[in-house]
């Protein structure tokens, strides 16, 4: 079988050499290396040392069963979801007996290789061979994959494209990296923006006084296709609700007696876990949702701005005191009670509206810069897969293409917004 995204679709451009992949790599399993340090392998990076808080499932206590991966041997995950986690070793170590180990054949080369088996067109045809197979509805069989055959230029060409595609993969990756750096710039901006306006304010009032600090539902309701919008800890995120895993429950399932529904104005703050202390303001759009184990703060508008109390509960000061309120109990979670004893700043009802809406012009900048930040991102991605596709398929030659310069791809998602940032930064008293 051939790769039906790239023959098909781009023909045999360059009348490279068709071979298998059985001819070009071949499985390793050796075992019994626990010494070796723990690597994994992930669409976005390819592979990696692990760490503890990864978001992967831990790894076994015996590490006897890992497989040893060695420099230059590509690891696949093939029960990717999306496919595409796999990567080549920069250094020793061993991995998941999950994973594949693949050592390159004396007709490729492993750099090359690596951008073929991670390029658009493999990817689709691993989620062609492998939609139908079970357990996993993802996954694909050693078998397939061996027979899958490629069209594969003489080894000295996979050198010089595997060179150009390390010079142009490398820039592009070190703009994305500029890209997250300047994206944690404009966080920390606002971030001390907000630290410095509280830090100038003496007065200060237990949250009791000015707002009404009670639990959420406890237990949630049973869920539903649709309905009222259930907003989780996972649904908080400094300031934001966000969509991803929202669940909903029918208004009838809703204890009533408990007054489940929000109102515009509450504010949400999640009280165990990982994330305790984040805080979200409720919104229109979220006036009918209803929280679960999370402690709901009803502020008292004769007294307090509620967007201010909101602003208040997401600066440095007030965050780190809650996260030492949480941490005395036995089994850290946030208390209504101490909550509510908890001193913040207050000052004039006049002086929150006109400190609020200075913190919201500057979050709309910093949010402004990091949406630009992100598109830029995605499209140095996208650029990237089709480049490595492009050259890996011969649909582009690498010996007269022009490699693109670091100054192009940089003007090419030009900012020019963090001056603007700092300007309006440095305005606010």
Known sequence: MSIEGAVAT????????????????????????????????????????????????AASLDLGGYKRVRPGEIVMNALGKPHGSIGRSAQEGITSPAYWVLECS?????????????????????????????????????????DIAVPLPPLEEQRRIADFLDDQVSLMDKVVEMRIRQNGVSEELLQATLDKILSGTNQRVPIKHIATVRYGLGQPPPESE???????????????????????????????????????????????????????????????ASPGYDLRITPNRKVIFPDYLAWILLSRQVHQEISLLSSRAAQPHLNAEELGNLKVPMVSMSTQIETSSKLDEVQNKVRS?????????????????????????????????????????????????????????????
């Open 106 to 146: 004396e007709h490729a080369d492993s750099r090359f290789l690596h951008y073929l088996l991670r390029s658009n067109h493999m990817v689709n045809e691993y989620q062609r061979l492998g939609k139908y197979l079970p357990p996993n509805q993802f996954n694909i069989s050693w078998d397939l994959f061996r």
């Open 226 to 288: 649709s309905g009222v919008p259930i907003i989780r800890a996972t649904n908080i995120s400094r300031g934001t609700v966000t969509i991803p895993n929202l669940i909903f429950a029918k208004l009838q399932d809703l204890p009533l007696s408990r007054a489940p529904l929000l109102e515009s104005g509450e504010i949400l703050v999640v009280r165990s876990g990982a994330l305790t202390g984040d805080s979200t303001i409720i919104r229109d759009e979220w006036a009918g």
């Open 10 to 57: 781009l023909g045999n451009l360059a009348g490279w050499h068709v071979r298998p992949l059985r001819s070009l790599v071949k499985q390793t399993k050796d075992l019994g290396h626990p010494e070796l340090e723990l690597l994994g392998v992930s669409l976005a990076h390819g592979v990696r040392p692990r760490w503890g808080e990864d978001g992967r499932p």
């Open 369 to 429: 810069a990091q949406s630009l930040m992100a598109q830029s991102r995605l499209g140095i991605g996208e650029r990237k897969r089709a480049l490595i596709t492009a050259a890996v398929t011969g649909k582009l030659d690498v010996t007269s293409a022009r490699p693109v310069s670091e100054t192009e791809l940089i003007l090419n998602t030009d900012l020019g917004t963090h001056e603007g940032l700092q300007s309006s930064a440095g305005g606010i008293r």
